[in-house]
């Protein structure tokens, strides 16, 4: 039985954000979960952080067209081969977002204590007003984003749960940061894709 979807547009200024709900089945998110959770050559770097070392908190990969690069933190990520299921991702959200895109950076985390820190995707690589598909496969973890110029501006908290797309589009990263922060609940893997597009 084909699992419901849902669309979920989030309305807030100088956003364009979108939310879809079963993009991906139960069952073949569970099987793309443990398949890349196994196959793909994870790796944990190093960022500097106020002059000190610290490895980051999750493990990530970067994969996509041959000879891109993407910095970010003072890491320098280039790309390697697409795994062929991602392969077949990237078809079908491209399908879904007419968006080139040409990379996808995978994270990784393994439990409640890894996390992704406030940041917004505006590397000048990835151009003026880039889109981010954002696909979540494994535990539902809290994805909030905060305005970068008004911090009066409330919050926004969503649940990214197995199987979801979110779509940030247009100014999105001008004006926004987003995080995923830590949880002392028990939490299984989720691995997040987030498919980008590097231009130049």
């Not at 790796?43 to 000879?67: K, M, T």
Request: aromatic share 6%; charged share 20%.
């Amino acid at each position: 039985m084909q699992e419901k979807q849902s669309i979920q547009k989030i309305q807030a200024p100088g956003a364009d954000l979108v939310l879809l709900r079963g993009f991906v089945d139960t069952q073949q998110s569970a099987q793309l979960l443990s398949c890349l959770t196994q196959e793909i050559d994870w790796r944990q770097d190093r960022i500097r952080l106020f002059g000190r070392e610290h490895p980051i908190p999750r493990l990530q990969q970067f994969q996509g067209e041959p000879g891109l690069h993407y910095r970010y933190s003072g890491l320098l990520l280039e790309t390697g081969p697409w795994h062929p299921l991602i392969e077949q991702l990237r078809r079908r959200i491209s399908a879904l977002e007419p968006a080139d895109f040409n990379c996808v950076l995978l994270n990784l985390y393994r439990d409640g204590n890894d996390s992704m820190g406030w940041h917004s995707d505006d590397e000048p690589e990835l151009g003026p007003n880039p889109v981010i598909a954002s696909l979540s496969l494994g535990q539902p973890r809290r994805f909030l984003l905060r305005h970068r110029q008004h911090p009066q501006q409330p919050k926004i908290e969503l649940m990214l749960d197995n199987g979801s797309l979110l779509l940030m589009r247009a100014s999105t990263q001008h004006h926004w940061q987003h995080a995923l922060p830590r949880t002392r609940r028990t939490c299984e893997p989720r691995l997040n894709l987030t498919f980008r597009c590097i231009i130049g």
